[in-house]
């Protein structure tokens, strides 16, 4: 066959397609820059094109929104058709792994990666459902088929939960196998799952929720069900429940899903009574959550038993049993047991250990189950297509244990798509006899030892912490990675940190480098999740369970209890070290999903974030790898039938082998030597730009020649010089349409211009867009520096001066917080006295604001400068501050400097290496100063005895300093007063004289002629 007469699903879509929708395979981009690989996909997007291939790869791009094009038709479309031939779709993945698994007889895995929220559960679910309604089958596999659809939303209700990144997140890792026999009928199934994020059963940040199951029970389960689980209707009266705030989300139709949940139990076998256990555990969770513990006369934990009537009804376990359990604590010495008490911290940590154990396992029976509903036990040779869906890489604002787990497993899966693509590549090249040219690529092996390396990674330093014996905490811990992994150039905490660095982490931080971008990981948790301890008491308790699965759960677990059971992280690292295994030994196929924007909006292509998506998943690197040497690869058959039509030696046949053929027709076409190569079933073309001339030249034959006879075609095509004038045309067309739509660009600017202070019309939104980028690209460059900056800010064009002021707000909190982040502990506390010193001062005392740029420090006087034997003399009190003075006598005013040492207790006057007067702080009734500038100070003292020494006047060059840590050190905020014109004094019990102030042109102070003292300011 041959020209235009022969239908659509005879051409390769990926070249006809190219202009109308950017292009449906990224190999034939023009340049393999980000640019061009971005404005591909959005261009495609636009149009609610969500794939495209990068080769065999897909990449989809979430649409938020339900598509028109997985409908019956559709799958039938894609049905047994080559790759290539129609448009990108998930199906076509699905099914040309279907079909090499049949005619090749081996294994397949489709791994489907991609950050949390970007739709690998949903592509999934679409692969299964393709396999399930478009491979051959009969009534017994039926409902084999159906266990593995129902197995889904089951695994989802225990499994899955609501977080910031998406409503249907979910919390353990899927591997499934579907098998199919010889006949290519899907006879059975297989789950694997990984690490369940147990922690969320008892507890859920602001705006996430527990599993969806405990909500669907309490919304939709029957009014006799609850009843009988003495539950009530109302999530908000379950404290586990509620802690993220948003129990009850419209995204989320509980009370429906519970439906399909309970029918879907009934498809996979699981039988009444086991349904009955199953409510029973979810129940006794959320019962086990409301229990509350209250101190006993001697401060111990005392549960509060009425809440506890119902979980333990539900577990069936011994009342007495469990308030124990969850009390105290068994402790084995030598023969003996001992009961030691529990604080009530240790009761809830209890009390959350447990419900968290029941829930992981009670998920863990419920995948066996499913397992053994959808196994074949038929032993005849079958091969398998695995599913991975796995979480994907998260980053929240503060990540624990699970991100880091989350992370690792992601990790290891790029490793593993690292080594797979490479080697796939390199396999091609040496099955066709052409030879290898390297790719530079981040190799991210490097992160996976640094989390995983025997002895040295922070997983083996994790379990040593966990089991050395002492006081191990997660901060000790975080001291052992700073030890060992110092310099990594991937690993980062505060006090390895440079100073820039150092503010963006807390002290408590470790931050890893992953391939897909920095995380800063919170240390605190890690200990206890990766221990995963549950009391040995509580354990034995529920091997008694009258709840058959409980008893189960617990008692599988009890069988090896005397060996200390493997931390979870390691448990972890092996099971991804075996599913790695399961992995290589099968052939890969790969759905790469992008997340479109944050918001779970429809439409919205948000560039940065799927940028940045498109780099960590190294898809750039991937299509380097792709076309490394050459961009593209067709059979020779292939290639020969779509480009016959134009060399006379080809057309309408060509009677000897295909790959000569090629030859004389690339020959004639005019191929430069180094542009192709000729492999053993296939041609490599190097360049799109080459395989584009050669189709622009096809199309446009067949365009120009449209209804004409083969025979006339035949006729045009013979002539080499016809299709050189047809490239030529071509190109010409090409440079008219560039120039015509600069054209138009210059003159929408100027009438923007012109139009640009009226409201927006399509004559000025452009020009608008441009202003408002413009000022957004000068505002980044002119940005304040620092907090106290106020002045600077580039001030806004009409259209933005909202935008500018919110931006200009959000802009200095952020300094504001650096700012606070920079602050040392130090600091903080000289800020806390200053605090002090301006709710004594502010606004009373004239020198009070050229003193608050002054820093305070510890002391004026060092403890070298005190007298030694002074020291003797107050040797039984600590010295918390000292100061030099000058004091006035009372007698006459005469003046002499003085130290002043303040003690817990008192205040010394001190002169070389005498006391001169000891004030106890319980005998200082008031503090006195002007409201000028001076510096001088009263104590008033209060004396009985006119032997005693009167009130002290003296002057301190470091007024608000002294006074402050004095009121502080005295608790004497209060007795403080800024006095205006004189301030009394009594210079002996009975004696009174004054201080009295005033301006002048020249500070003074001398004894005036009424007998006062006189200062001046
Ligand atoms: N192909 C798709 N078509 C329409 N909506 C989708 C598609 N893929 C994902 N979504 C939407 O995105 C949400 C998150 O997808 P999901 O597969 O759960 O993400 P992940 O498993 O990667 O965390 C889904 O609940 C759905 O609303
Ligand atoms: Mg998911």
């Known amino acids: 066959g041959g020209g235009g007469t022969e239908g659509f699903l005879d051409m390769e879509g990926a070249l006809t397609a190219r202009d109308r929708v950017g292009i449906q395979?990224?190999?034939?981009?023009?340049?393999?820059?980000e640019a061009a690989f971005l404005s591909n996909l959005k261009k495609r997007f636009s149009k609610d094109l969500i794939y495209t291939y990068i080769g065999t790869l897909l990449v989809s791009v979430n649409p938020y929104k339900e598509l028109d094009i997985y409908s019956q038709k559709q799958m039938d479309l894609y049905m047994g058709v080559n790759f290539f031939e129609l448009p990108p779709h998930i199906y076509a993945l699905a099914d040309n792994a279907y079909h090499t698994m049949l005619t090749e007889f081996n294994n397949h895995f489709i791994l489907i990666s991609g950050e949390s929220g970007a739709g690998k559960t949903e592509a999934s679910k679409k692969i299964l459902q393709y396999y399930a309604v478009s491979c051959p089958s009969t009534t017994l596999l039926n409902t084999v088929r159906d266990k593995m659809l129902m197995s889904n939303p089951v695994l989802e209700a225990f499994g899955n939960a609501k977080t910031l990144k998406n409503d249907n997140s979910s919390r353990f890792g899927k591997y499934m196998d579907i098998q199919f026999d010889s006949q290519g009928d899907a006879v059975g199934g297989h789950v694997l799952n990984y690490l369940l994020e147990k922690s969320r059963v008892v507890h859920q940040n602001h705006g996430e929720r527990n599993f969806h199951i405990f909500y669907q029970l309490v919304e939709g389960g029957e009014d006799d069900l609850l009843h009988q689980l003495g539950l009530e209707r109302d999530c908000q009266h379950y404290n586990y429940l509620t802690q993220g705030e948003c129990a009850i989300v419209s995204s989320i139709n509980d009370k429906n899903d519970w439906k399909t949940v309970k029918n879907a139990l009934q498809v996979i076998d699981i039988d009444e009574i086991n349904t009955n256990h199953l409510f029973g555990i979810v129940a006794s969770v959320l019962h086990l959550g409301n229990i509350q513990f209250a101190a006993d006369s001697k401060g111990q934990p005392k549960e509060k038993l009425a809440q506890c009537y119902f979980s333990l009804q539900l577990l069936g376990v011994d009342a007495h049993s469990l308030q124990e359990g969850l009390t105290y604590r068994k402790i084995e010495a030598k023969k003996d047991q001992v009961l030691s008490p529990f604080t009530i911290d240790h009761a809830i940590y209890a009390r959350d250990a447990l419900a968290k154990a029941i829930y992981?396992?009670?998920?863990?029976?419920?995948?066996?189950?499913?397992?053994?509903?959808m196994e074949n036990k038929d032993s005849s040779r079958k091969t398998v297509i695995g599913l991975l869906d796995i979480y994907g890489f998260e980053v929240f604002y503060v990540n624990s244990f699970e991100q880091f787990c989350i992370n690792y497993c992601n990790e290891?899966?790029?490793?593993?798509f690292i080594q797979l693509t490479l080697k796939a590549e390199q396999e091609e090249y040496e099955a066709e006899d052409i030879e290898w040219e390297p790719v530079q690529f981040f190799n991210n092996k490097i992160i996976c030892d640094?989390?995983?390396?025997?002895?040295?990674?922070?997983?083996?330093?994790?379990?040593?912490?966990?089991?050395?014996?002492?006081d191990a905490t997660d901060l000790t811990f975080l001291e052992r990675l700073e030890d060992k992994m110092g310099n990594h150039p991937h690993f980062v905490t505060h006090k390895l940190a440079d100073k820039m660095t150092r503010k963006t982490l807390e002290r408590g931080d470790f931050r890893l480098l992953h391939y897909a971008g920095e995380v800063t990981y919170c240390v605190v948790g890690f200990l206890d999740k990766n221990n995963d301890l549950l009391y040995r008491n509580i354990k034995d308790l529920m091997c008694q369970s009258k709840n058959a699965i409980v008893k189960e759960c617990f008692f599988t677990m009890d069988l090896d209890s005397r060996r200390r059971p493997e931390t979870v992280a390691t448990q972890f690292k092996s099971s991804l070290l075996k599913l790695t295994e399961i992995l290589m030994a099968k052939e890969a196929w790969y759905i790469r999903c992008l997340k479109s924007n944050e918001s779970k909006q429809s439409g919205h292509f948000d560039e940065a974030l799927i940028r940045h998506q498109v780099k960590y998943l190294g898809l750039m690197e991937h299509l380097r790898v792709r076309r490394a040497g050459f961009a593209y690869r067709r059979k020779y058959e292939v290639f020969l039938k779509r480009y016959k039509p134009l060399c006379p030696a080809t057309w309408p046949h060509w009677r000897g082998l295909p790959a000569d053929g090629v030859e004389v027709l690339v020959q004639h076409l005019g191929y430069l030597p180094n542009e192709y190569k000729m492999g053993r079933t296939k041609i490599f073309i190097r360049h799109p730009r080459t395989l584009y001339a050669t189709e622009d030249a096809y199309e446009r034959c067949k365009h120009e020649l449209g209804n004409y006879s083969p025979s006339i075609i035949f006729f045009f095509t013979s002539s080499a010089t016809k299709i050189e004038t047809c490239w030529r045309g071509v190109q010409a067309r090409k440079e008219r349409e560039r120039r015509a739509w600069a054209v138009k660009v210059i003159k929408q600017f100027i009438k923007g211009y012109m139009t640009r202070g009226q409201a927006k019309t399509t004559d000025n939104s452009e020009y608008l867009a441009f202003v408002r980028q413009n000022y957004l690209n000068r505002l980044k460059e002119n940005l304040p520096k620092t907090v106290l900056d106020k002045t600077t800010w580039l001030s806004p064009p009409p259209v933005l001066v909202e935008t500018s002021e919110i931006l200009r707000k959000l802009h200095y909190r952020l300094m504001v917080r650096k700012y606070v982040r920079g602050i040392t502990p130090q600091k903080k506390a000289e800020f806390q006295l200053k605090l002090i010193t301006s709710s004594i001062f502010k606004g009373k005392k004239d020198s009070y604001p050229q003193s608050v740029a002054q820093p305070f420090i510890d002391t004026r006087i060092s403890e070298q400068d005190i007298n030694m034997r002074v020291l003797q003399m107050i040797r039984n009190e600590h010295?918390?501050?000292s100061v030099p003075i000058i004091k006035y006598h009372r007698n006459g005013f005469k003046p002499s400097p003085r130290q002043l040492i303040l003690t817990q207790t008192a205040a010394y006057v001190i002169e070389e290496v005498k006391i001169k007067q000891r004030v106890l702080y319980t005998s200082l009734k008031g503090i006195s100063v002007s409201n000028l500038t001076d510096n001088m100070i009263v104590f008033h003292i209060t004396c009985e005895d006119p032997k005693q020494k009167g009130d002290l006047v003296m002057q301190c060059d470091h007024l608000f300093e002294f006074l402050t840590k004095l009121s502080v050190i005295a608790n004497k905020q209060n007795v403080i007063k800024v006095v205006q014109g004189s301030i009394k004094i009594e210079i002996q019990a009975g004696k009174e004289s004054a201080v009295d102030f005033s301006t002048g042109p020249e500070p003074m102070v001398y004894k005036a002629k009424n007998g006062h003292l006189m200062v001046v300011s």
């Open 450 to 470: 640094l989390v995983e390396e025997k002895h040295r990674g922070i997983i083996s330093i994790l379990d040593e912490e966990c089991l050395r014996p002492g």
């Open 360 to 373: 992981g396992h009670t998920f863990t029976w419920l995948v066996n189950r499913i397992n053994e509903s």
């Open 25 to 33: 395979d990224f190999v034939l981009l023009d340049e393999t820059t």
């Open 879 to 881: 010295i918390k501050y």
């Open 412 to 416: 290891k899966l790029q490793q593993l």
